[in-house]
């Protein structure tokens, strides 16, 4: 008997573009590599620790819930270290790692899991855990270290290992000594120092790295490139953070013309805190964000000016976490008012 | 995207690049021979089957017809070969039911030439008698849509069509068999193309090309007639460029409205190879018995265009193209963006089907694994026609196909293929809007 081929029978079309999640994840997981690589340069051990301890927690919280739901595993789809990067990159670099077991496990069950898993979610994990954290641990999210201190590749942050459900050290003194040699450290990142103490931090030091931050927040320019790349292999929504930083930059501009001596100027805060990061990075992910032109400007608009409203008349000095959270909410809303026109329907008429 | 609009030629929003793969663009129409056993299923087109007119045993000739039109919206069908009628009887067809067909066993003497035609002046015809002799050629669309030809060019009295555009396009990837057509026989095109006109009393008319055929768009220039009431233009090469509405606006900047015909915008749009067929069969007053099809693939080993007899079985054209016959494989009918694959290879080459397409394991494999939705936006950024995928593919995993309907536009969709291309999570769209489409029409009947 002669073997008949087997016929496969495919609904059309029968080729495809050939992207796939997989791939678009596993180049945004690329894309943060430098960011990343560039905390640890800055911070040293603990960043370092941090970002593999966070990253790491996510994935595992992301098995446990796959055979929980009974579900094949989802971690070669990159999501869940997307996610662990990120929420590491928004962390203090000496933020206790059992904290940011924490923060990892909240993210992955309280913003993604129970929705369902990719796609399904309807806030940004990252931020999800972040929140949970800032919550539940305000004084250490709060506490931050100085960027290049020398010993820095040669001794943890002493809060680093600080042992589960403890309360971490204080590093106040810690943080003297190290910054002895380095000027200009208060333990404040600049936006609390303009906030609280009116001092303005220059450009050069926002660029350079040489400010307190969050662990990936220090580094406008290498957010940008590594933004560049996944824009222009179009793995990411260029109109996103366009319209993000735009209308942040914008909103500042609006202010400081109406008083020049209290609001920064709109480089300051493009440059500061997470808003570079929040705006290339984690408002752009897709689950979370419009799928229609015109909501995703809107949407994108919408996030710059929150944040700077929170930042400058809000309780907070950093907006940029809230900001996202709050445009993530309105997503569905913002995709609902601006379905794109249908062809040939005329405008203003229901089709 | 490109950084300088203004030096792009207009063409409609959105829309896809598929790889062209277009390898039989460059070689000469070739003919097949005709298989020994031909299937000729009554219904090759939209509308009613036609009738036979034969019975199992009676021998016929080329060109003959076999079969006529049931009413207006019909055509009748011609005998692809001399030989006998075996049987009437249910064969299986494309789309998979069986359909009632004429089996024609062709004798082994059968030649190319036609032996049943009527020849006529078709110059000193009325709009009308075109109508007639095109309905009696058996003309459909041949680009895939099977819509009769005759019905396309009657144009209702409360219309005015200004302008016949002529769909050049071939847009769908791998297809070639348009381009040769207008390589090979653009004075034959020149005369559809009059006859068209006269028929919807249109004053000119444009040839619409894709701009990677420019070797086509010369040949056609160079017949066409001073009097510049036909013309040639390029637009982009872009999918779905070949579609209606998309072609309409992109070479008169008119958007038919949803849910109407483009007479409503004053144009009628005909496909290039049923024109050129056209000019070649009605002044020799021949039925419609062969037509172009590209044979092409990763799994053919001799792509090309060929004169095929409308009837050959797949078994016989796949044969002859030299296809690989082992192994995993896909058969699609027509193109690779909206084709029709096919389970059996007894399914016969209808008028309606411009390519054949055989697919290797390569292909079957690259979009198996499916993700969830991750509301990436590209499909929203692929419809041609506007609409939101991504919401109505959620909206169709719920069963909520009434909500797809009268908010989100469903009955809009073509199925052009687009948002399922560039789907990174691989969900089949198009087939979830086609299950919706059908459940649609189940209520409304």
């Known amino acids: 008997m002669t073997m008949t081929p087997r016929i496969e029978l495919r609904p059309s079309p029968h080729v495809v573009k050939g992207a796939s999640v997989e791939h678009i994840m596993f180049h945004v997981v690329l894309a943060l590599l430098p960011i990343a690589t560039f905390s640890v340069w800055q911070y040293g051990l603990s960043a370092l620790a941090l970002i593999v301890v966070v990253t790491l927690a996510c994935i595992a919280s992301e098995r446990l819930f796959n055979r929980l739901s009974g579900k094949p595993s989802t971690l070669s789809d990159w999501s869940a270290t997307i996610t662990g990067l990120l929420l590491a990159l928004t962390l203090p670099p000496s933020f206790p790692l059992w904290m940011g077991a924490v923060a990892s496990f909240t993210a992955i069950a309280l913003g993604k899991a129970l929705f369902g898993g990719i796609g399904c979610n309807v806030l940004n994990p990252a931020l999800v855990g972040r929140a949970f954290v800032q919550a539940a641990f305000p004084v250490a999210i709060t506490t931050w270290v100085p960027a290049f201190a020398p010993r820095r590749f040669s001794e943890f942050v002493p809060t680093t290992f600080t042992a589960p459900l403890m309360t971490p050290p204080d590093i106040a003194a810690w943080a003297l000594q190290a910054k002895s040699v380095l000027d200009g450290f208060t333990g404040a990142t600049p936006l609390a120092r303009w906030k609280f103490e009116n001092v303005l931090a220059t450009p050069a030091d926002l660029l350079s790295g040489a400010v307190t931050a969050s662990a990936g927040e220090t580094s406008a320019l290498l957010i940008l490139l590594c933004g560049a790349y996944l824009a222009a292999r179009k793995f990411m929504d260029w109109r996103i953070p366009v319209a993000d930083l735009g209308s942040a930059a914008l909103t500042a501009l609006v202010f400081q013309m109406i008083d020049p001596a209290r609001y920064p100027d709109p480089l300051f805060v493009l440059l500061s805190g997470g808003l570079m990061l929040g705006a290339v990075f984690m408002a752009t992910d897709m689950a979370t964000s419009p799928v229609t032109p015109k909501g995703v400007w809107l949407y994108g608009a919408l996030i710059g000016v929150v944040t700077v409203m929170i930042r400058y008349f809000g309780g907070l000095s950093e907006g940029v976490m809230y900001a996202i959270l709050i445009g993530n909410a309105l997503s569905p809303l913002i995709d609902q008012v601006t379905q794109p026109k249908v062809f040939g329907a005329v405008k203003g008429k229901k089709a | 995207m490109s950084l300088f609009p203004f030096f792009r030629r207009k063409t409609f929003s959105r829309g896809v690049h598929p790889d062209a793969n277009k390898r039989t663009a460059g070689s000469p129409i070739r003919r097949m021979p005709f298989a020994s056993r031909m299937i000729l299923p009554l219904a090759q087109h939209i509308g009613k089957p036609a009738v036979p007119l034969v019975r199992a045993g009676e021998e016929v000739v080329r060109g003959q017809p076999i079969a006529r039109a049931d009413g207006f919206l019909s055509v009748p069908l011609h005998a692809p070969a001399d030989g006998v009628i075996e049987a009437i009887e249910l064969k299986p067809s494309a789309r998979g039911p069986w359909v009632e067909s004429l089996v024609l066993r062709v004798y082994e003497a059968s030649t190319q030439e036609v032996r049943w035609a009527n020849p006529c002046d078709v110059e000193s015809l009325s709009p009308k008698e075109i109508l007639q002799a095109i309905q009696d050629s058996g003309m459909v669309g041949l680009g895939g849509a099977t819509f009769p030809s005759h019905a396309k060019l009657s144009v209702p009295a409360e219309h005015k069509i200004h302008t016949l555009i002529v769909n050049g396009c071939e847009c769908e990837p791998y297809l070639t068999c348009d381009h040769r057509l207008m390589l090979e026989h653009p004075a034959d095109l020149m005369v559809g193309v009059r006859l068209a006109m006269r028929a919807i009393g249109a004053e000119r008319a444009i040839i619409g090309v894709e701009d990677n055929k420019l070797d086509a768009v010369a040949a056609i220039r160079e017949c066409l007639p001073a009097d510049s009431s036909i013309t040639v233009q390029v637009v982009p090469t872009k999918y779905p460029q070949g579609a209606e509405k998309m072609l309409i606006k992109s070479l008169l900047d008119l958007e038919v409205p949803p849910g109407k015909l483009p007479m409503q915008v004053g144009v009628v749009v005909n496909n290039i190879g049923t024109l050129a067929q056209l000019g070649q069969l009605l002044p020799a007053g021949q039925g419609l018995t062969e037509r172009v099809v590209t044979v092409t693939g990763p799994g053919i080993k001799k792509p090309g265009d060929y004169w095929v007899p409308?009837?050959?079985?797949?078994?016989?054209?796949?044969?002859?193209?030299?296809?690989?016959?082992?192994?995993?494989?896909?058969?699609?009918?027509?193109?690779?963006?909206?084709?029709?694959?096919?389970?059996?290879?007894?399914?016969?080459?209808?008028?309606?089907?411009?390519?054949?397409?055989?697919?290797?394991?390569?292909?079957?494999?690259?979009?198996?694994?499916?993700?969830?939705?991750?509301?990436?936006?590209?499909?929203?950024?692929?419809?041609?026609?506007?609409?939101?995928?991504?919401?109505?593919?959620?909206?169709?995993?719920?069963?909520?196909?009434?909500?797809?309907?009268?908010?989100?536009?469903?009955?809009?969709?073509?199925?052009?293929?687009?948002?399922?291309?560039?789907?990174?999570?691989?969900?089949?769209?198009?087939?979830?809007?086609?299950?919706?489409?059908?459940?649609?029409?189940?209520?409304?009947?």
């Not at chain 2, 309606?352 to 292909?363: E, R, S, Y």
């Not at chain 2, 494999?365 to 993700?371: I, L």
Request: proline share 7%.
């Open chain 2, 310 to 445: 409308i009837g050959t079985p797949m078994r016989t054209v796949l044969e002859w193209a030299g296809a690989a016959d082992s192994g995993e494989r896909e058969i699609i009918l027509g193109g690779p963006m909206m084709g029709q694959a096919v389970a059996s290879l007894e399914v016969p080459v209808t008028k309606g089907v411009p390519g054949i397409l055989v697919f290797d394991q390569l292909q079957i494999e690259a979009a198996r694994q499916v993700w969830p939705c991750i509301k990436c936006g590209e499909c929203v950024n692929a419809c041609p026609m506007g609409l939101n995928p991504s919401m109505l593919g959620m909206l169709a995993v719920q069963r909520e196909y009434e909500e797809m309907g009268t908010h989100y536009h469903l009955g809009d969709c073509f199925e052009c293929g687009c948002c399922t291309y560039v789907c990174p999570s691989h969900i089949p769209l198009v087939q979830q809007f086609r299950v919706a489409k059908g459940v649609l029409r189940g209520k409304a009947a």
